[in-house]
């Protein structure tokens, strides 16, 4: 893992897809939203009312100072239950520091709070496998499912692939989907 900054690079076009998606003035849910930059930041540059939730009290207090339009919640993807419907989710670079359990479960937590219509984006690994690495000095969890499990979970829970990437190349290897709940 490395610290990308504060700048988009490859996540732009993505970003841009997952947008045109998304009703002008639309609700969006950013699940490991992190410290807000470079994603939240520019969502909330484009028309849309952004919530972003994180385990992580530190980046959310750094969310609120930096960001004050958007809502920014510490919360866990394990246990979300919001109990209200977005136009659009994004969960980029979060759902591989969950275990394959709570993977799983976690799809159906995305439809419950995804309105009809409303795009998903995330990245997961490019296959199945866990990984304990390290960052600055702490142990850091990397978990995905095989793509025909997110695959399979996307069409249980309702959303149809628009388009999936593996380890794209223009966007520093990350391996991308991009969903839609089913109108
Ligand atoms: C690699 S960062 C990505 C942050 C941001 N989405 C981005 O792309 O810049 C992963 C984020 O997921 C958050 N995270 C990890 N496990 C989580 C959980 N169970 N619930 C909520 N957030 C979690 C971490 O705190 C961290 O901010």
Redesign the pocket.
Known sequence: ?TDRGERLGG?RHWLDRLIALIPEGGALL??????G???GRHLLTQRLRVTG????PS?IAHCRKRLPAGTWLV????SLALGRRFQGL?????LF??GLR?QRRLFGRLADHADPGAPLLFTTGPKRGVALGAYRGAPLYHASLAPAEYRALLQAQGFELLDHVVADPACGEHTIWLAQRSG
């Not at 939730?53 to 992580?56: Q, T």
């Not at 919360?75 to 394990?78: A, T």
């Not at 994004?90 to 979060?94: F, L, R, T």
């Open positions: 893992v996540e950013d699940l490991g939203c992190g410290s930059a470079p994603i939730i994180d385990a992580a980046l919360d866990d993807l394990r994004i969960a980029w670079d979060s520091h969950l709570d």
